[in-house]
Nanobody
Framework: QVQLVESGGGLVQAGGSLRLSCAAS????????MGWFRQAPGKEREFVAG????????RSADSVKGRFTISRDNAKNTVYLQMNRLKPEDTAVYYC???????????????????WGQGTQVTVSS
């Protein structure tokens, strides 16, 4: 069992930056792929970025490429999402998630992830 707690959300002006953190409990964090998802009001939850258990491979959605960077520190059981050049359309609740599967690649489907945090609100004003 893994518990995930996100932090770092808030209100920021367009063009600004935020860094989200997700702290995980449990001994198996370093063996899980990790992902960030977001959900805006009235929309489905969507993949934002993911990182392999080892940190040597990442993937991200086209909408955030070049602006958001995912990273992890396995010694601290923490995954991060650095968000730069934020846009109003980035406004959403952001969730981190853990994929305990043994496949070699990072997956972008919500149903691939086994554990979820409670989410943190990110609001970007224009």
């Amino acid at each position: 069992q893994v518990q995930l707690v996100e932090s770092g959300g808030g209100l920021v002006q367009a063009g600004g930056s935020l860094r989200l953190s997700c702290a995980a409990s449990g001994r198996s964090f370093s063996s899980y792929h990790m992902g960030w998802f977001r959900q805006a009001p009235g929309k489905e939850r969507e993949f934002v970025a993911g990182i392999r258990w080892s940190g040597d491979s990442t993937r991200s959605a086209d909408s955030v490429k070049g602006r958001f960077t995912i990273s992890r520190d396995n010694a601290k059981n923490t995954v991060y999402l650095q968000m730069n050049r934020l846009k109003p359309e980035d406004t959403a609740v952001y969730y981190c998630a853990a994929d305990r599967g043994r496949q070699p690649i990072v997956r972008n489907m919500t149903n691939a992830y086994d554990y979820w945090g409670q989410g943190t609100q990110v609001t970007v004003s224009s």
